[in-house]
T-cell receptor
Framework: NAGVTQTPKFQVLKTGQSMTLQCAQD?????MYWYRQDPGMGLRLIYY???????DKGEVPNGYNVSRLNKREFSLRLESAAPSQTSVYFC???????????FGPGTRLTVL | AQSVTQLGSHVSVSEGALVLLRCNYS??????LFWYVQYPNQGLQLLLK??????LVKGINGFEAEFKKSETSFHLTKPSAHMSDAAEYFC??????????????FGTGTKLQVIP
C-alpha cells in the first residue's frame, strides 16, 4: 500500500516548455486534489476532482490543466511553463469520510 | 466562507518546553478541523482531527488540540518539545461547499524550531 505517489520528484523547465505531473493513489479514494505550496502562502488549491470523470477549478487554476484518467490517477499539466509556476506541487486524495486528505511527497518544479 | 489564521509564522522553543501553536478559524457551518505536520522535503501528514466527537483531541507524537467554539480556536499543544518535533505545522478547516465538494482551507503554516 503505497498511498499517494507522485512523479517526478524534481523537474527543471525552461520558460515555455510543457510538462505533466503524475499522481496515483491506491486507497480507492473518490476525491483527488492538486495544490501548490509557496513560502509564506500555505497550500493553494489548483484543481480538484470530486469523483472519476469530474474536475473543477480551485483557487489558482490559471496556466494549468488536469485529467482524471481513472479513479486512481490524476495528472496536472503545464502547457507553457512560466517562472511564476516555480513551486512545490502536492497531490492529495480523500475518501469523503471525515475529509482527511492524504498527501504525496511532492514535486519540486523550477522554471527558468 | 471558511478561513484559518495561524498566529506566528515561526515559533522557537527549548527542548523539553511546552509547545503551543495557535490557530483560529472561521466557518459558517460546524467545521472539521485538522493539524498537519510537514517535515523537510516531505508531504503533509495528519497529526490530529476534530470532528465534533470530543473537544480535546489527541494525536500522534504526543500532540493534542482543544476545540473552543466560543473562541473559534483550535490550538495545538505538546507538553515537552523534542528535537524531532522541528517541522512546519498547518492548521486546516473543512466543510462541504454548495457543490458538494469537500473544501479544505489551509493556514499559512508555522515553522517550529526546537533549541537544544
Amino acid at each position: 500500500n503505497a498511498g499517494v505517489t507522485q512523479t517526478p520528484k524534481f523537474q527543471v523547465l525552461k520558460t515555455g516548455q510543457s510538462m505533466t505531473l503524475q499522481c496515483a493513489q491506491d486507497m480507492n479514494h473518490n476525491s483527488m486534489y492538486w495544490y501548490r505550496q509557496d513560502p509564506g502562502m500555505g497550500l493553494r488549491l489548483i484543481y480538484y476532482s470530486a469523483s472519476e470523470g469530474t474536475t473543477d477549478k480551485g483557487e489558482v487554476p490559471n496556466g494549468y490543466n488536469v485529467s482524471r484518467l481513472n479513479k486512481r490517477e490524476f495528472s496536472l499539466r503545464l502547457e507553457s511553463a512560466a517562472p511564476s509556476q516555480t513551486s512545490v506541487y502536492f497531490c492529495a486524495s480523500s475518501d469523503g469520510q471525515g475529509y482527511t486528505q492524504y498527501f504525496g511527497p511532492g514535486t519540486r518544479l523550477t522554471v527558468l | 466562507a471558511q478561513s484559518v489564521t495561524q498566529l506566528g509564522s515561526h515559533v522557537s522553543v527549548s527542548e523539553g518546553a511546552l509547545v503551543l501553536l495557535r490557530c483560529n478559524y472561521s466557518s459558517s457551518v460546524p467545521p472539521y478541523l485538522f493539524w498537519y505536520v510537514q517535515y523537510p522535503n516531505q508531504g503533509l501528514q495528519l497529526l490530529l482531527k476534530y470532528t465534533s466527537a470530543a473537544t480535546l483531541v489527541k494525536g500522534i507524537n504526543g500532540f493534542e488540540a482543544e476545540f473552543k467554539k466560543s473562541e473559534t480556536s483550535f490550538h495545538l499543544t505538546k507538553p515537552s518539545a523534542h528535537m524531532s518535533d522541528a517541522a512546519e505545522y498547518f492548521c486546516a478547516v473543512s466543510g462541504t461547499n454548495s457543490g458538494g465538494y469537500q473544501k479544505v482551507t489551509f493556514g499559512t503554516g508555522t515553522k517550529l524550531q526546537v533549541i537544544p
